[in-house]
Nanobody
């Protein structure tokens, strides 16, 4: 099992920056793909970015070039650097850890979420 603790959310003006952090404990951090998801009011949760243990990253189209996901396996921590923030980035951001069992079962863990609000 993995426990995820997030920090770094807040209120910023459009064009500003925030860095979210997610500290993981309780399992083998490096064996998990780590991701950031977000859920805006009235919307479905969507993947923002994820990163595999070796460092390969993937981004949702609307955040490409603005957000950067990174991980420090030695510190069991994942980051999301968010630059050039837009009001449409406003959402609750969730940290996610994911792996698959040998039988193909998806195993996921979630943080509590942190609110990011971007004012126009």
């Amino acid at each position: 099992q993995v426990q995820l603790v997030e920090s770094g959310g807040g209120l910023v003006q459009a064009g500003g920056s925030l860095r979210l952090s997610c500290a993981a404990s309780g399992s083998t951090f490096s064996s998990h793909t780590m991701g950031w998801y977000r859920q805006a009011l009235g919307k479905q949760r969507e993947l923002v970015a994820d990163i595999i243990s070796g460092g390969t990253t993937n981004y949702e189209d609307s955040v490409k070039g603005r957000f950067t996901i990174s991980r420090d396996n030695a510190k069991n921590t994942v980051y999301l650097q968010m630059n050039s923030l837009k009001p449409e980035d406003t959402a609750v951001y969730y940290c996610n850890a994911k792996r698959y069992s040998l039988g193909g079962r998806r195993i996921e863990y979630w943080g509590q979420g942190t609110q990011v609000t971007v004012s126009s």
